[in-house]
């Protein structure tokens, strides 16, 4: 055992490489992974209700005891000043994830712009899902609303969908 400051950053070097043969607990370990680009164009989103974005990303787990990470990266800009604010969330095969679809504006991102229209804005929304339904195949979809915002895509700035599944 080591006194609690034996060991400090000025005595060990981290960028060298390191042969543990214990075991690491406490981390999770990457199992999968699946990358979806949306780059059809721009979707327009001026609904005060979640309405399908027609963007999908369908994955099959290896195991329901794992964990899946959804990382989504967007642009977006408002077409006009004003109006309400806008918001995304997740749904499982047309469904709401009854742990994030619920909140207003939507559940896992929200935006409001009054002004500047030219203004692109861009961000990732994250989720990690407390379980995984089923070893079969999930279509998840992004549902957004919002007044007249337009979610810009193309194939130099694409909404970029990454699943990992974690143990």
């Given at each position: 055992a080591?006194?609690?400051?034996?060991i400090t950053a000025d005595k060990i070097n981290l960028a060298d490489n390191f042969a543990f043969t214990g075991t690491v607990t406490g981390a999770g370990k990457v199992?999968?992974?699946s990358r979806a680009l949306y780059t059809s164009g721009t979707i327009t989103v001026n609904s005060s209700s979640l309405a399908d974005s027609g963007f999908d990303h369908t994955y099959t787990?290896?195991?329901t005891s794992n964990k899946l990470l959804h990382m989504i990266q967007a642009t977006w800009r408002k077409n006009?000043?004003?109006g309400s604010a806008?918001?995304?969330?997740?749904y499982a095969n047309d469904s709401a994830i009854s742990e994030i679809s619920s909140a207003d504006p939507g559940g896992l991102g929200a935006w409001h712009q009054d002004?500047?229209?030219t203004d692109i804005k861009s961000g990732t929304i994250h989720y990690m899902s407390a379980n995984i339904a089923s070893t079969s195949a999930i279509k998840y979809s992004l549902y957004w609303r919002g007044g007249d915002f337009q979610i810009n895509n193309s194939s130099t700035a694409p909404i970029i969908?990454?699943?990992?599944?974690?143990a």
């Open positions: 080591f006194a609690d400051d034996a199992i999968n992974s787990a290896s195991s006009t000043a004003g806008g918001g995304a969330t997740i002004g500047a229209t969908w990454t699943i990992l599944e974690i």
